[in-house]
């Protein structure tokens, strides 16, 4: 008898450092039953063999930034049922976003002793940009449940159940003093989606928006209260300009900061 078809999984990588990635590996416990349930068809952060698609599930980590990326994204795309981003630059571009709003050519002269050997795209976009997205999985790095959900979810043909409720009501969960109104540090976590356990709060630290913007942010009101806390228009703009930068809501408030902070 032909033993039942193992569903196909792909895993792959853009410009990113890999964390998103290593959450798979990082599994553990669980590894070996996601292993066991589906056939890992390509996955070199783990292993050099591959197997060409189709593949019933392609995760995509990392952003955009070359024309080769761009095409390469189409590829995998045609071959895949599924297709989940996974990462902050996947979903949002990433820090490398950063170089959307400078001088890249500057930076290519400056950084590299032949740049005419480096070939780039002046900005660092997210997969969604380019191609259908079938679910964007959030993080700096993602979390591994997370991931152990939306995996098991897509498998199993049914929605994924990931919140995206603001990292406020995890520190609620944990008994966490707010940091933004007992102690005026500044914090992205009313915007921010949970994902992280609110670690940073945790410590005494504001949130740094590691999640990208929650279901309903309200990032025009953020701003007025950082403002209110002494944050000066391009350190607002900078703070929301970081591992999601191009998250929409979060770039709509970064834009509208530093147009002000150079409005005369």
Request: glycine share 8%; aromatic share 6%; charged share 20%.
């Given at each position: 008898?032909?033993p039942p078809?193992?569903p196909?999984l ?13 959450t798979?590996?990082?599994c553990e416990d669980e590894?070996l039953?996601?292993a ?12 050099s063999?591959?197997v060409d698609?189709p593949?019933?599930?392609?995760l995509?980590?990392g952003s ?5 990326d ?6 995998i795309?045609?071959q895949?049922?599924?297709?989940v981003t996974?990462g902050?630059?996947a ?10 709003f400078?001088?890249v050519e500057e930076?290519?002269?400056?950084v590299y002793?032949r740049?005419?050997?480096?070939q780039?795209l ?5 997969i969604?940009d380019h191609?259908?997205v079938d679910?964007?999985?959030?993080g ?5 449940h997370?991931?152990?959900?939306v ?5 199993g043909?049914?929605s994924?159940?990931?919140?995206t ?5 995890e520190c609620?969960?944990?008994?966490n003093?707010c940091v933004?109104v ?11 989606q949970t994902?992280c356990?609110a ?7 504001g949130?740094y928006g590691?999640f990208?913007?929650q ?7 953020l701003?007025?209260?950082l403002?209110?806390l002494g944050?000066?228009?391009p350190?607002v ?5 970081t591992f ?6 979060f770039r709509?408030a970064?834009d509208a900061a530093a ?6």
């Amino acid at each position: 008898m032909t033993p039942p078809h193992k569903p196909r999984l792909g895993v792959f990588k853009f410009a990113s450092c890999d964390g998103c990635q290593l959450t798979l590996l990082d599994c553990e416990d669980e590894l070996l039953a996601v292993a066991g349930a589906v056939e890992i068809a390509e996955f070199h952060e783990a292993t050099s063999a591959g197997v060409d698609g189709p593949y019933d599930v392609a995760l995509v980590e990392g952003s955009v930034t070359t024309a080769d990326d761009a095409r390469r994204i189409r590829e995998i795309r045609a071959q895949t049922r599924t297709l989940v981003t996974i990462g902050a630059c996947a979903t949002a571009g990433g820090i490398q976003a950063l170089r959307n709003f400078a001088d890249v050519e500057e930076f290519r002269r400056v950084v590299y002793a032949r740049p005419e050997f480096i070939q780039t795209l002046g900005t660092s976009t997210p997969i969604r940009d380019h191609v259908p997205v079938d679910f964007e999985l959030r993080g700096c790095p993602i979390d591994k449940h997370q991931l152990l959900e939306v995996i098991s979810a897509f498998l199993g043909r049914r929605s994924p159940n990931v919140p995206t409720e603001s990292v406020c009501i995890e520190c609620k969960r944990r008994g966490n003093v707010c940091v933004l109104v007992a102690h005026g540090t500044p914090c992205l976590g009313p915007v921010t989606q949970t994902g992280c356990g609110a670690i940073c709060p945790a410590f005494h630290r504001g949130c740094y928006g590691c999640f990208g913007p929650q279901d309903t942010p309200n990032a025009a009101s953020l701003v007025g209260k950082l403002e209110e806390l002494g944050m000066a228009r391009p350190a607002v703009a900078r703070v929301f300009r970081t591992f999601n930068a191009l998250a929409p809501p979060f770039r709509e408030a970064a834009d509208a900061a530093a147009k002000e902070a150079v409005a005369p």
